[in-house]
């Protein structure tokens, strides 16, 4: 671990940049990875409104996978899927 | 006008806050800091101020929305004591590491237990190391004088945080002194327009305060509170001259009397750095050398003034109005770690007094520094104890 630059940082840790947390990338806490099967998704959006880290990637209205940098594995898209299509799996 | 009035302490304060008029007030009442917002929120309530009263159902809540107030771009003021600031505690380091500057005054009293409301410093000293500014206050005047100093430091650009306004409970919150009044037009041009830094509500630069560090960040932060508190004693010495300039009294990062050919000095805070001058004179009276000095700002730690007050002194004697027992009282390893980079160490004396309201008089200190004087105190007195 390096330790950030006092000189770099904003008083009091504010964050000034909107929307930096796309920066950071949660996706190396991960000890489960979500696997969609793409024969039972009805491409419904239940996953990617509940998903905490926007990891959820959808083109064209359809759901296309997982965005790994930032998922961390909390398996939330398993559990909510009304058609169980996604499954956790041990990396 | 200018005038002298007669006026307690929590009364002065305030008036103070009348004459500054900050943006939102929130706080819970508690002996004896109880006056100071009652009195205020009859200003508020006669439309004498502008600010936004809140009545909270705890101190815990009050300092979470003052800091929160803060945050949004409010100047924000409260006040506490004892139980409350300790009720504080989770929200004090969170305050400070936000780098919001608000003012609080807090009304020196013991901590619990046993249970006690008279003065002493357990309340200020419990809380001085989360990071806050902290003045103390010799008497009603300083009291009100250092309400006005305070935003001016914590709301230094590159100081920006929390300042605790210390007086003491009872000797000054309740005693009635003559004290002389600033302008009303001259405090609001010293104190001037709250500039916050990234506030909250200004909705077309959003941020985010408070927000989680990873140990790449922690520290750094930290760092930067060191550098803020750093800057806080520069800052303090340029906002003492201009209110010296502004009223004619001249405050220091460390106040003294009498010290430049005493032999002997006296380290103590508060208002007991009156009875330690009367102490003196008596002293001097009797050919001792003795001076006295006390830190009118306590955090960040004035050490080099500190130093200089102490060089060539046969002995330096440290009176806390606290004890971490097991140890010493929190002055003293400060004094003594501010007395280690002269050539000569004086020799160094604790003496703890005062707790829970105990008696704190010109007999007993000047029976002290007799006892220093002669080489028969031990390191550390239990001033008055009988065991």
């Not at chain 2, 390893?333 to 280690?340: C, D, H």
């Amino acid at each position: 671990m390096v330790m950030a630059n006092v000189k770099d940082l904003v008083v009091g840790g504010r964050i000034v940049q909107a929307g930096n947390s796309e920066k950071f990338f949660t996706g190396d806490w991960r000890s489960f990875v979500p696997v969609v099967d793409q024969d039972k998704c009805i491409d419904c959006y239940t996953c990617w409104i509940y998903c905490p880290d926007n990891a959820v990637v959808f083109r064209d209205d359809k759901m296309s996978g997982f965005k790994l940098t930032h998922c961390k594995g909390c398996g939330i898209c398993a559990k909510v899927c009304p058609k169980n299509a996604i499954t956790m799996k041990e990396e | 006008m200018v005038q002298d009035i007669a006026i307690n302490g929590d009364n002065a304060v305030a008036l103070a806050w009348r004459q500054i008029d900050p943006d939102v007030c929130a706080a819970y009442p508690i002996t004896p800091q109880t006056i100071i917002v009652e009195k205020f929120a009859e200003y508020v309530a006669n439309g004498e101020v502008s600010t936004e009263f809140v009545c909270v159902e705890s101190e815990h809540s009050a300092l979470t929305l003052c800091t929160a107030s803060e945050s949004a771009g409010a100047r924000t003021f409260t006040a506490t004591a004892s139980q409350g600031l300790a009720y504080m505690w989770e929200m004090l380091p969170i305050t400070a590491a936000m780098r919001t500057p608000l003012v609080m005054a807090v009304a020196n009293r013991t901590v619990s237990g046993p249970i006690n409301i008279n003065n002493d410093h357990g309340d200020a000293m419990s809380a001085r190391d989360c990071g806050w500014v902290m003045l103390f206050s010799e008497n009603v005047q300083q009291a009100y004088d250092n309400s006005i100093i305070a935003p001016r430091i914590a709301e230094h650009p590159d100081v920006q945080l929390p300042i605790m306004v210390n007086l003491d409970g009872f000797i000054l919150t309740h005693a009635i002194e003559r004290m002389s009044m600033v302008d009303t037009n001259d405090i609001k041009k010293f104190v001037g327009e709250f500039r916050p830094l990234y506030p909250l509500l200004d909705v077309k630069h959003p941020v985010s305060h408070g927000n989680m560090d990873g140990p790449d960040f922690y520290y750094p932060h930290k760092y930067q509170s060191v550098m803020a508190m750093q800057k806080a004693l520069e800052v303090a010495e340029e906002v003492f001259k201009e209110f010296g300039e502004l009223t004619g009294r001249r405050y220091n990062l460390v106040d003294e009397y009498m010290c430049d050919d005493a032999e002997y000095v006296a380290i103590v805070l508060g208002s007991s750095f009156g009875t330690m001058k009367a102490t003196v004179n008596k002293l001097r009276a009797e050919g001792m050398k003795v001076g006295c000095a006390m830190p009118h700002l306590y955090r960040p730690w004035p050490e080099a003034a500190l130093a200089k007050i102490m060089k060539g002194k046969k002995a330096v004697v440290v009176f806390d109005k606290h004890l971490s027992i097991g140890a010493y009282g929190p002055l003293f390893p400060e004094v003594v770690t501010a007395a280690a980079d002269l050539d000569t160490l004086p020799k160094m004396y604790n003496v703890i007094y005062g707790l829970g309201g105990a008696d704190a008089t010109v007999a007993g200190f000047k029976k002290t520094m007799e006892e220093v004087a002669e080489g028969k105190a031990p390191k550390i007195t239990y001033l008055g104890v009988r065991a």
